[in-house]
């Protein structure tokens, strides 16, 4: 069970490392192959994992410069965009502040939220941010540098949610965050303007609806989910007290998980109705470099199609 009081910063992670090994109900069968042998610690030696991205932890002048020469020539995907500069400097930020590299994969969710500040408003006060499943807390710090006065949610499953906010509060090193379990608790901390990150265990999603979203982001992850967990997402984007609600997707058109479900993007609950700004293969995910010749690789088939959609629900 969920903690039965809102719980603020050290409070928050160390409740989250006491709850790490309970079952949930969210758990598709892919985050029970991944989480099963994981211990997390609620500090700065919390475990780093590859589900969570593409990470490199060896830092040096000579990984810097190769990661910068092979991540230019990728920028052309969005040279157009006049905000991806200040985007890659917020990712920079994060990579130093984390002690780590500034991957390609944290320079996809640079692209990201380039594209987001092109097509959206994002310093609005009176909505919230949305982050589902966010790997080492990239996309929320990104989000919470850009518009520090907006409030921004974070929810994922237990362990991976005590490594956001571990990475999240290295990112942004002044911030105060809370983990919530229920509405009341939920209502206090939108209330607080002290408090900009809000955390959510999946199990407990469904009292989001309470919030205002203006903008939910899910990266790579609604592809490793049960329908019925996608489902709950979509009621929640739909029924909150935002006025509308954006929600960036970007997920494979097609997964199958290793007990045979199959995953569809087209498949999840979109609506002739909702409003789509922005519908294409993601460009920036077919490619990805390593540090070996031919270095940059472009990623093939049916099932490794990756699409991303901006839509207004």
Known sequence: MAPALMLTDQDALDALAGLADKAEAARSVFWED????????????????????????????????????????????????????????????????????????????????????HHLDLHPANECNLVIGDGYGVMSALLLLHAPHRKTIVTNLTKPLLLDLVYIRQAVPSLRFTLVSGPEDLLEALDDPDIPLIAVRVDDVPLIVEAPIGLAVNIVSMQEMDSPVIDAYFDVLRHNKAEQTAFYCCNKLYKRLSDGTELKFNDYPWRDGDTVVHDSVCSWSQWYYDMKPPFWHHRTGKDRVIWHRLALL
């Not at 040096?60 to 410069?65: D, E, H, P, Y």
């Not at 905000?83 to 920079?92: I, P, V």
Request: with cysteine; glycine share 8%; net charge positive.
């Open 34 to 117: 991944e989480l099963r042998d994981l211990s997390v610690a609620p500090d700065e030696h919390a475990a780093r994992i590859g589900a969570l991205g593409n990470v490199s932890w060896k830092v040096s002048g000579v990984r810097t410069l190769g990661h910068a020469v092979l991540q230019w020539s990728l920028r052309r995907f969005l040279s157009a965009h006049p905000d991806l500069a200040d985007c890659a400097r917020l990712g920079r930020l994060i990579a130093g502040r984390q002690g780590r590299q500034f991957t390609y994969d944290m320079l996809r969710q640079c692209f990201t939220l380039a594209l987001l500040r």
